[in-house]
């Protein structure tokens, strides 16, 4: 698996009194949206952290080309673009309503890491199931990327 | 000290589309204003932790009258109106830009537990600082009760 | 329909450092499981609000009696306790990983409301699709009140 | 005035179940930092709602070098990095417990926007206000700019 589709609706309580989806949220849709591609992967991520493995979040961006609201059907299309020895980079188009042209565009980057929060190899058995992808910023139709 | 007053600004990410402060929001609050009452105290609830002491809300319980917004200031009155021999209860009255007349009260109820989250005694060192007192609903003056 | 069930999975987002779901999270999944059954009924709750009427939350209750976390399976089991001229009452039974004891309870009164946040009368079409029904508390099998 | 220090302590809502805040959450305190960045220069955000300017987010960016957790008191510190016709950016620092190393930097870019949420020009008396300035990531001095 290259891409994961991760749905979900916009919540009451995630819009905000412009009317729109408040922007901060949209980083806790991409981190439901990387559970689900671990799990389709076939990992839990809660079974990482019972071994002792986290992943907090080095770096995260987002561009906001247009605005979601309550009861937008988000559909958040993510591939891993990066793989370090000891860190892991995703990318994120944000769909709504099944349409084709992305309402915003982010990554975010992860480093494994023990329970201190120090870094850590990546997991061998995660490394070789993960294929490498890239989205084009503009088009919902990901690009492929050579394989690693 | 009976009764503790926490102030915050009501932030943008805690209003939704209908303008006004989402209703979850003031459960967070009240979060907030426990700290504050406890650090008042005497008591760091980080240190609690620390010692392997933790506070799980067993009920949460909230009355909306008015509305509030964004960056409203709002006061949390705080109380500990009931305490027993592993759980405390809080009562808030949430005051909106210094008014007198609450917008809204709630309570909250505790258990004073250990790290596998089973109830154990509140430290006698809390029970013995904290003073019991009772919230008018209908006014923001506090209503004291007769020494625990 | 008398029940809804309404599923979601809890978020790393909703979690706190006691390792556990946020309190104040379970009112965010409330809001999540009425959107879904209005939408089960035949009424999508923002267009409700493009004809000017409002829910704003009057009154918020839960009782927590067992923990969830990351990742667990919520399924929060909706139904409607209460309608009157301009207000109704949603009651919540939260399971956890399809289990058969609620893990928590709730409920939340709504008021009907125009843009000014006034109480308007309740939508009869609206109270002619609702069917009322109650929870036991302690079990996960609804019990059917008569009809209205 | 060309920087602003926002102060904030890290809520228990604001944690996640790894014992830190939460990535996303440093996004609202951001926001909250800007509203108080206005505040100071005169103008309440509020007002520019009022009068039917918004300023919806257009980008956002945050690096995290060292974690925070509950009950740390954060510091935004908060300049604005660009001024165009119609949009602002924000740069941060955040610092905890008084460091001198920021433990995460990010920024934000906005639109000015009509109700509509299409650009509109910023109002000439807060560019007339707002001074630039620059943050050092890896300094907590802020760096001053030759004047816009």
């Given at each position: 698996m290259k891409?994961?589709?991760?749905?979900?609706?916009?919540?009451?309580?995630?819009?905000?009194?412009?009317g729109i989806?408040?922007?901060?949220?949209?980083f806790v849709w991409f981190e439901a949206a990387r559970t689900e591609?671990?799990?389709t992967l076939g990992f839990v991520y809660s079974e990482f952290e019972k071994e002792g493995i986290f992943l907090p979040v080095a770096e995260a961006h987002c561009r906001?080309?247009?605005?979601?609201?309550?009861?937008?059907?988000i559909t958040v299309r993510t591939v891993v673009s990066q793989i370090r020895q000891s860190s892991i980079r995703f990318d994120y188009q944000v769909l709504k309503n099944h349409?084709?042209?992305?309402?915003?565009v982010g990554y975010t980057v992860h480093v494994f890491s023990g329970q201190n929060l120090k870094p850590t190899r990546i997991p061998e058995i995660l490394k070789s199931k993960v294929?490498?992808?890239?989205?084009?910023?503009?088009?919902?139709?990901?690009v492929d990327t050579k394989p690693r």
């Open positions: 891409i994961f589709d991760y749905e979900t609706r916009v919540r009451y309580a995630e819009t905000d009194r412009m989806s408040y922007y901060a949220n949209y591609y671990f799990r906001y080309m247009e605005p979601s609201s309550y009861d937008d059907l349409g084709t042209k992305p309402i915003a294929e490498l992808a890239s989205l084009d910023p503009n088009l919902s139709n990901p």
